[in-house]
């Protein structure tokens, strides 16, 4: 692909949000962007928008890869562009604190779920849309945009609203409560049993305990 940049709309439909979402991600430094001389407009460089989709393990577009980066049909950051596991095994878990994410990842791995991590309300915008998972684990207290904000983010987008969403979580059980009547689909306290986890997600994702 010859072109060096891309309007906040061609990043938006990229990554299946809002423009105005871009626009929020360039205001608070998480897309580095420019602006055109007397306009204003923003527009994102090719590079700079490969920088986010690597740094938040999202996949990259096939006509935005690198020639160097496809090898075989597969994208060597880690994507592959064909032959994706179906969604029913895609977990996204959503976890500020890494060993925490760490711990909830490798035991779902061990189950062959395929797993990502979003480390704030921000990545998890983002992964929802780009990665399109049929459960999450979603923890209240994460940084920037809050748990609950993320969980009407996903009821309220057409697209995401069947996503599964297992709230993961040591605060007061009045507020997890409230948080399956503002939409999510259960909630297992902290600190929780490995296999109580498996269970759940593996009930909220179809599949046969």
Known sequence: MNKRALTTGEVAGYLGVNFR??????????????QLPGRGDNRVTVEAFLDF??????????????ADEV????????????????????????????????????????ADFEVRI????????????????????????????GGL?????????????DTKILVVSAMPVDQLEAAVTAGADGYLEKPFRNEDLLARVRALAGMEA
């Open 53 to 66: 989709l690597r740094a938040n393990q999202m996949p990259i577009p096939e006509e935005l890869t690198p």
């Open 149 to 161: 904000d993320v969980l009407r983010f996903v009821r309220d987008t057409e697209r995401l609203r």
């Open 71 to 110: 090898v075989a049909g597969e994208v060597v950051a880690g994507e592959v562009v064909a032959g994706e596991e179906s969604r029913a095994r895609r977990v996204l878990v959503v976890e500020d604190e890494a060993p925490m994410a760490r711990a909830i990842e490798r035991v779902l791995r061990q």
């Open 21 to 34: 979402t871009v626009i929020r991600w360039i205001e608070r430094g998480h897309l580095q962007a420019y």
């Open 118 to 145: 979003a480390g704030d309300g921000f990545a998890a915008g983002a992964q929802f849309s780009m990665f399109q998972p049929a459960v999450a684990t979603l923890d209240l207290q994460i940084p920037g945009m």
